[in-house]
């Protein structure tokens, strides 16, 4: 499976952005998706998850109710839109693949994961 992330960049403060990850390959054997995010300095923290059968979601408590995950699975893409972006969401933004089921961590370990995207950069400026 190989993914492709994109839709990073520079927004203010309070400003919007969505996120994309394009999967090919051997995309019938994932089974849920998430996002990450790396700060300069800091350790890949979980952002958001997406079963692709159940469509179930899970979010971290500091985007939840700013931030929705979702996917196309006909396209094979999942997204991740970004509203009331703050100063501290600025990191780079991860997408992964598990070719498991959701365990009781709901899709929140690096470990979870199989595969990863490349990454793409989101500044937010104050």
């Known amino acids: 499976v190989q993914l492709q992330a994109s839709g990073g960049g520079l927004v203010q403060a309070g400003g919007s952005l969505r996120l994309s990850c394009a999967a090919s390959g051997r995309t019938f054997s994932s089974y849920h998706m998430g996002w990450f995010r790396q700060a300069p300095g800091k350790e890949r923290d979980f952002v958001a998850a997406i079963g692709r059968r159940s469509g179930s979601t899970y979010y971290a408590d500091s985007v939840k109710a700013r931030f929705t995950i979702s996917t196309d699975n006909a396209k094979n893409t999942v997204y991740l839109q970004m509203n009331s972006l703050k100063p501290e969401d600025t990191a780079v933004y991860y997408c992964?693949?598990?070719?498991?089921?959701?365990?009781?961590?709901?899709?929140?370990?690096?470990?979870?994961?199989?595969?990863w995207g490349q990454g793409t950069l989101v500044t937010v400026s104050s």
């Open positions: 992964a693949t598990s070719l498991a089921p959701f365990t009781l961590s709901y899709g929140s370990f690096v470990s979870e994961y199989n595969y």
